[in-house]
């Protein structure tokens, strides 16, 4: 499940307020050596000023389908972390990571089974970003090919932030659409991401390329046989998504052969030797 994780996280239990727009929302397949290997369901929303990453993972371990979803929280002016939410139903694992933010101070709870109450809470962290709106954030255009950047980050699925090093490895254009590709070594999984100009994630793929996750332009072709348990997805979406809100699905051109070339042949950026911070966007784009 590692690899579908960067493609964005964040899950939310809500009900819609007075004003709600979708910014984006897409299905991804996810194969292992070619294989089905699960599905992704992403949605990014704004409502009164903050905007609300949400994912719904599903994959097999072990024999049986297990999920994850989580929920990432932002101002979307100022682009400060409100609150992050990683829940699993995978075996030996917390059940629930939760973490409430006071400027860049988060306090960090860890649930265990069923229970109400945190099994036991982190000690405070102090991060600039979340993980999750790490790709949105940046501003792509002004990132430098073959230059190394560092950054820190809250990652939301282990309850601590991180250092990690990106690197700009190629910029493809694709039709009428444009790519950039980037290295990343994010709690120590190097991968290759594909997103568009906005941080909108097309692709990810591992360094050794047996495992990638990418868009598609329906739910039949995310999904395949696995299940798709329409009442969880919409008590955590709110409702059923359609996966229609993002650049690519009204292409004139199949996208989907981008993400089977090889990657680029060059390790994902480490740490050591990064130089300087991301050029980040202003908040509320």
Do not use: C
């Amino acid at each position: 499940m590692k690899i579908a994780k960067r493609l964005i996280y964040s899950f939310i239990l809500w009900t819609t307020p007075a004003w709600s727009q979708t910014l984006f929302e897409g299905f991804y397949r996810i194969e292992r050596n070619g294989i089905h290997d699960g599905y992704l369901i992403q949605r990014l929303r704004r409502t009164n000023g903050v905007d609300t990453l949400t994912t719904y993972l599903r994959q097999p371990e072990n024999g049986e389908e297990k999920y994850q979803f989580t929920e990432a929280r932002i101002k979307t002016a100022t682009r400060a972390p409100l609150s992050t939410r990683w829940v699993t139903n995978q075996k030996d694992q917390p059940t629930e990571i939760s973490a409430q933010f006071n400027g860049e101070i988060g306090t960090v709870s860890v649930f265990f089974g069923n229970r109400r109450k945190p099994g036991r809470s982190l000690p405070k962290v102090q991060v600039p970003r979340l993980s999750a709106f790490l790709f949105l954030d940046i501003d792509w255009e002004k990132m430098t090919l073959g230059q190394k950047y560092e950054y820190e980050a809250y990652a939301e699925e282990r309850g601590f932030a991180t250092y990690a090093g990106l690197r700009l490895e190629e910029i493809r254009k694709f039709g009428d659409h444009k790519f950039y590709i980037a290295s990343n070594d994010y709690l120590a999984e190097p991968s290759f991401s594909y997103v568009d100009p906005r941080g909108f994630p097309f692709a990810i793929r591992s360094f050794s390329g047996d495992i990638i996750a990418y868009w598609v332009p329906n739910k039949d072709k995310a999904v395949g046989t696995f299940q798709y348990p329409t009442g969880e997805v919409t008590k955590l979406f709110g409702d059923l998504p359609v996966g229609k809100k993002n650049p690519w699905s009204t292409a004139t051109v199949k996208l989907e052969p981008l993400t089977v070339a090889a990657p680029v042949l060059r390790r994902p950026a480490a740490l050591r030797g990064s130089h300087g911070p991301l050029p980040l966007r202003k908040g509320g784009n």
